[in-house]
């Protein structure tokens, strides 16, 4: 039977898109990797054939050797892109040399296609809203990670024949997210914080402008990337046209939840203004952006309050101290 591998499958968009894949396109079986260290077994559907892998060290051949793996969507990171510059081998370790494990194993083993999330934080600074002409200038060691693999699955095409499309999902929420890291996510941390009675944090004065999507609206235009012919060897931005700024999301939230005290935090290093124009994923992958913020949030607070109490993931220590950002010390 046909098959299909999705690495990052227990996290939030890889447990979600094996979810669609399997009640709308039966006729795949899914194949999924995680080394489970942002996502959880819960989130993986019973069907999909699960490997516990760390990508960035182990072979990937026994995964593949079957040659029935048609599409493979790269999902795995870690994408605490504030975080980054503290943390940075292991930032390149599991964004960088992960992709290059997972890009060899494509080229050896004939896949269709190598669909690749990305990011917009290969954007940076400039000028909002991002197309995809918008010459890259990431401003921190995710961003910069992204890029470099987005390059390196290019030169894979280039010379080893690799068919590909790479997406740049921004800011997607949702049911199933990690809510329980506080490096990331800023929805989630505001949810975990309300469910353990603290303040919403915001960075600065929130003022910071973010285009935030509901996963549900992605996960057709996700399948697409891998089986449209319109996608072959195309980058394409997925995400909300919407911009809103941080304390807007924050009161929205706030409204829905009952509550919540504010703490306004000291600024970070970091993008102010990010979002990007879609009419790619319009036109290339039938995207629809559909579901406003706050119904969004509805759904996504339904399913937190049903979560069970979790240790939240706080690093105990950091490859670099020096500028780490107070909120952030141990």
């Known amino acids: 039977m046909k098959k299909i ?4 499958v227990a996290g939030m968009i890889g447990s979600k898109l094996a979810e669609y894949i399997l009640q709308q396109y039966p006729s795949y079986e899914v194949v999924g990797i995680d080394n489970l260290s942002g996502g959880y077994t819960e989130n993986v559907p019973p069907q999909v054939q699960f490997h516990s892998l760390d990508l ?3 072979p990937l051949d026994a995964v593949f050797k079957s040659g029935e793996i048609e599409y493979v969507y790269h999902l795995a990171a870690y994408a605490a892109e504030g975080l980054s510059p503290f943390i940075r081998c292991f930032n390149y370790q599991n964004n960088l040399v992960a992709t290059a494990n997972v890009v060899n194993a494509c080229i050896k083993y004939n896949v269709k296609r190598l669909v690749f999330t990305s990011s917009m934080a290969v954007y940076g600074i400039g000028t909002p809203p991002f197309d995809e002409l918008h010459v890259p200038n990431p401003v921190d060691p995710y961003g910069v990670a992204k890029y470099a693999c987005e390059m390196d699955i290019q030169i894979a ?22 809510i329980w890291d506080k490096y990331r996510n800023v929805l989630g941390i505001w949810m975990y914080q ?20 509901y996963l549900g609206d992605c996960l057709e235009p996700l399948a697409q990337a891998a089986f449209s012919e319109k996608a072959s060897r195309q980058t394409i931005n ?3 046209s919407t911009e809103t700024s941080i304390l807007e999301a924050a009161h929205i939230l706030k ?5 919540a005290d504010i703490e306004f935090l000291p600024e970070r290093h970091e993008v102010v203004n990010a979002y990007s124009t ?22 996504m607070w339904e399913w937190a309050q049903k979560q069970p109490k979790r240790i939240r993931k706080e690093w105990e220590t950091y490859e670099l101290d020096k500028g780490m950002y107070g909120f952030w010390k141990n």
């Open 157 to 178: 095409g280039e010379q080893h024949g690799l068919d590909w499309c790479i997406v740049r999902p921004h800011n997607v929420y949702g049911e199933h997210q990690n």
């Open 56 to 58: 960035t060290t182990a």
């Open 255 to 259: 409204e829905i939840i009952g509550g």
């Open 238 to 240: 997925l995400g909300s």
């Open 194 to 213: 309300k469910l353990n009675d603290q303040a919403f944090t915001v960075i600065g004065k929130g003022q910071q402008k973010r285009a935030f999507t």
């Open 5 to 8: 591998l999705i690495t990052g």
């Open 278 to 299: 879609h009419e790619k994923a319009r036109s290339l992958l039938g995207y629809v952006d559909q579901t406003q913020l706050r119904d969004g949030l509805v759904m």
